[in-house]
């Protein structure tokens, strides 16, 4: 449109139709004339504003999600972090517990025995160059070890010092072939000596030949003189099979150690022995038997047997 002297004029018209009308509108309120165009606009234009923001809510949506993740992400992390920890510290308790009570069971063992210990963290368990059983412990020369001391556990003998460094030190087990160990029988006092047989039960070879074992009886060290390698009275193991070896001069039986050589953990070097053999004092207390189940009784006779038995005679 060309700015003309007419074009000026409608413009003019135009605006002042446009304030006459929004000025009836306003005074009208909810009786304007104008609800009824306004009303139709809407039924043409409304399908058209719920389309578009159908269209745009899943993409506004996303894009809060899109800035929410983060924070989203992060909460998740720090709960995984959390949960992490949470496990750590339980595992910590549980072991902290487990150690307490082989502490507990270890100097059980040396008061019932009188023996003087240092108590030992096993660092390192496996073979040495030779394929020997061994384990390290973390004491050594500096808290007094020496080789040919003997070493304990909560439930028995373990093994011998055969190497000392100043802070750790190397252990013979007695599960090791090349291992020995005097022993004496609980009760009849019957001595042999063990021999390692790796994952087998020890090899005891008693020197009476007609030793009266059976299985079950348990063994102690014999004790070494000058109580190096063995002190006396530390528990062995147990008869597990009596060989059948006629004729021969010793007898020999198989006997399972007390001391689990696969799961060591807490052990005790005795630095000074007991002033006097323990004998069989540090065997824990034999388990009683258990009871025979009671044999059944007969049922009794019901009267009508009865009165069948008396007819028949």
Known sequence: MRDTRESRLLLILLVAVAFALITVDIRGGDDSPLNGPRSAAASVFGPVESGVSGLVRPIADGLHSLRDSGSQGDRIRALEQQNQLLKQQLTSSDEVKGRNGEMTKLLGEAGAGQYTIKAAQVVAIGASQDFSWTITIDIGSNEGIQRDMTVIDGDGLVGRVTTVAPTTSTVLLADDPRFTVGTRMEGSGEVGFATGEGDAPMRVELLNGH??????????????????????????????????????????????????FTTLDLVGVVVQPPATDPRYAVLPPKQAPPAPAPTPSAPAPSATTSAHAGKKN
């Not at 006396?232 to 001391?259: A, D, H, M, S, Y």
Request: charged share 20%; glycine share 10%; hydrophobic share 40%.
């Open 211 to 260: 030793a009266n074992v059976k299985v079950g009886d348990r063994l102690v060290s014999f004790g070494s003189e000058d109580d190096k390698p063995f002190v006396p009275g530390v528990p062995v193991g147990r008869v597990t099979q009596i060989v059948n070896t006629p004729g021969e001069l010793t007898k020999t039986v198989l006997v399972q150690p007390f001391v689990s």
